[in-house]
């Protein structure tokens, strides 16, 4: 992993990471994400190189505390199972799962006490509920979407009607398969 000492003063990133329809639906990319290429492969190593912890809403922790542990699904299978995971929820649970801990108290001061912490990046993947609470309370610094040639046409999506900021694009690519792969940073 590189780069993963924050300087003092410096507040970690919270970087969100969505496969997305080209409609913008979240919901289950299982049904619509079909061909992850080596460019993809690639572009999540970039991502999760630079994370050292992750936060995960409730119903996404059950899912892939049961999914991961076995899996060897590469570069996210060692990465997810290794890493610091840090579970956003109202309700009491077991977190069994290698270095799983809830976080306890308001969620968003949590999170904004992790973000002063020494430390990577914090990653957000999946957990599409999660993500939207954080990013409606501008707690989301970037956001990594691939986005795949599909019109899904059902299911949550990631951005409300509502939902105003502005962007900078950063990074993109496309990958041999056809999937977008877009990197912005939030203007404030």
């Known amino acids: 992993m590189a780069n993963l000492k924050s300087e003092v ?6 970087i969100a990471y969505e496969l997305l329809s080209l409609d913008g639906v979240a919901d289950r990319p299982d049904e619509f994400f079909f061909d992850f290429d080596d460019v993809m492969s690639d572009n999540l190593k970039r991502v999760i190189d630079h994370q050292d912890a ?14 991961w542990p076995p899996s060897d699904i590469e570069p996210f299978a060692t990465f997810i199972n290794h890493v ?32 002063e912490r020494a430390g990577g990046d914090i990653g957000v993947h999946g957990s599409v509920s999660l ?33 105003a900021s502005r962007l900078s694009l950063t990074r993109s690519d496309v990958s041999p398969s056809g999937y977008l792969l877009l990197d912005y940073r939030f203007l404030r």
């Open 9 to 14: 003063g410096v507040v970690r990133k919270v």
């Open 84 to 115: 610091a995971k840090y579970v956003v929820s109202s309700t009491a649970m077991s977190a069994d799962w290698a270095n799983s801990s809830l976080l306890a108290g308001d969620p968003y001061t949590a999170v904004q006490e992790l973000r």
């Open 131 to 163: 993500t939207q609470s954080l990013l409606a309370r501008g707690l989301v610094d970037e956001l990594r979407l691939v986005v795949a040639p599909v019109l899904q046409g059902r299911g949550r999506k990631l951005f409300a009607s509502d939902a």
């Open 54 to 67: 992750v936060l995960l809403g409730r119903r996404t922790y059950d899912e892939w505390a049961a999914f």
